[in-house]
């Protein structure tokens, strides 16, 4: 008898949904990891933002006051010339600001309405550079380069020639003093040529860009070791930058304005404030720190110091109007904006050796 196994048919099992509660519960979850995910990204970009602008600032800053203070240091050297040393100018317009190499340097202090002393409008003046409002300006002065040997001086009135060993530094329109290191002479190279093995340094009488009154060196550098170096005139001001936010530049004052001159150093640079530290018995030591427009005699500055305000180059990077101290005053900001302040004292050598 043939037996026929009937098995039981399996049982299907039915494929079960999430319920609408577990899908909520599920996507609850899932934002809130979106949300973690996206506050740490908005945080460490916040962040990475506000580190990359505090590091340019302070890199800004680095090399502004680096700029500043090169110049600052060596402000009234002249060579072996001391400082008591009457320094004879032969230039036209001698006394104008660009060219008065009696002076090592003439500071502008920002008041209300201007600037005390006011701006210069002569050659090499600072009336139309456009100097930003409630901002301070310098102007330095001093010699520079490595110059040449005097060797031979024809006469004090009776020639335009100087020779001088070669080579050097030196170029036609350059205004150089010579020196032998109890007086001193500036004046402008009108014209130079070979001599031997040497150069001869021609300074004309001529209406050029200032050009000489006259040619009279006073002094015969021939005889006693004169030197002849090139004389520098520059000044440091703030003025709106290409990037429209204020920038900190460098007037070279013996050229005109337009093209490179003057040129722009260090962008976000929100202020500039100095003060000049008085040796008022010439001992080395300050005695004091006043701002230009108290500044007496120019040639008792043994130090000056220099406040800068930076400002990020991105709004928006703090969480409110930043409060900070400047130049003496708790300010608050109208803008987001990072800023700093920047604050270094500069040695004269000249004057504290």
Known sequence: ??????????????????SLIE?????????IVLAGIGFV????????????NLSRMQESARY??????RDIRMAGYRGCASANVTVHNALNRSAESAYNFDLPMTGYDAVPGGWNPSLPTDSGGLSGLNILSGTDAIIVRSAFGGGATVTKQPGLNSSADLQVTAPNDLAINDIVMVTNCKAATVFQITNMNVNGAGHNVVHNVGATHPGN????????????GGEIVKMQSKTYFI???ASGAP????YDNYRPIGGSNPAELADGVENLQIQYGIDANSDGVVESYVTADAVADWKLVAAVRISLLLSSRDDMIATGAQTYTYN??????????????FTTTVSVRNKTQ
Not at 2 to 14: I, Q, S, W
Not at 41 to 52: A, I
Not at 247 to 250: P, R
Not at 329 to 340: G, V
């Open 328 to 341: 003496g005053s708790q300010i608050t900001a109208s803008d987001r904006r990072l800023r700093q302040a």
């Open 247 to 250: 920038a900190l530049w460098q």
């Open 41 to 52: 990204y908005l945080e460490s970009r916040n962040s990475f933002r506000s580190m990359e």
């Open 1 to 18: 008898m043939n037996t026929t196994l009937v098995f039981p048919a399996a049982r299907r099992v039915g494929s079960r949904g999430f």
């Open 23 to 31: 899908l909520m519960i599920a996507m609850t979850i899932a934002f």
């Open 239 to 241: 003025r709106t930058g």
């Open 213 to 224: 009154a006259t040619k009279n060196l006073v002094e015969n550098y021939a005889a006693s």
């Open 64 to 69: 502004a006051l680096d700029m500043m203070a």
